[in-house]
């Protein structure tokens, strides 16, 4: 494949900010939390017209945030461990970049689109346990 040659240089200010904590009444039981809030730049993949034809980045290109928290239980004695906990991730900003398929009426022949989306969001939640 031949190179397109160099495209522009990006620069994104990210960062991260964490926080935890845990309370453990006695040997059997602990509550805990944590949460975050960082930023990333978006995925390489993502972040060209089309990486494959095209050096040129997408409009409107900018940091992904992230915000995430969870809780939890744990309970131990020397015959069951339990663990549960809760968690929730809302991505905002996300780029995504991906390959359009279309059929043509007329000839019977496949297009494929290169297309993009920016300002996406998306949400993460559930429970979730294990035993032993």
Same mark, same amino acid.
């Given at each position: 494949? &031949? ?22 009444? &006695? ?23 089309? *990486? ?12 992904? &945030? /992230?915000?995430? *928290?969870? /809780? ?9 461990? /339990? ?9 905002? &900003? ?6 359009? /398929? ?31």
């Amino acid at each position: 494949m &031949n190179s397109l040659g160099k495209s522009d240089q990006r620069t994104f200010l990210t960062y991260t900010l964490k926080a935890g904590v845990s309370y453990r009444p &006695n040997n059997r039981h602990n509550f805990y939390g944590n949460g975050g809030y960082f930023t990333r730049p978006p995925f390489f993949r993502n972040s060209f017209d089309d *990486a494959r034809y095209s050096n040129q980045y997408l409009d409107g290109l900018t940091e992904e &945030n /992230v915000i995430s *928290a969870e /809780v939890g239980y744990s309970y131990r004695t020397s015959v069951i461990k /339990v663990n549960l906990n809760a968690y929730y991730t809302l991505w905002q &900003n996300r780029t995504l970049a991906f390959d359009l /398929v279309t059929q043509d009426q007329l000839d019977n022949g496949t297009n494929i689109l290169p297309t993009s989306l920016t300002g996406l969001e998306s949400t993460h939640k559930g429970l979730e346990t294990d035993f032993t």
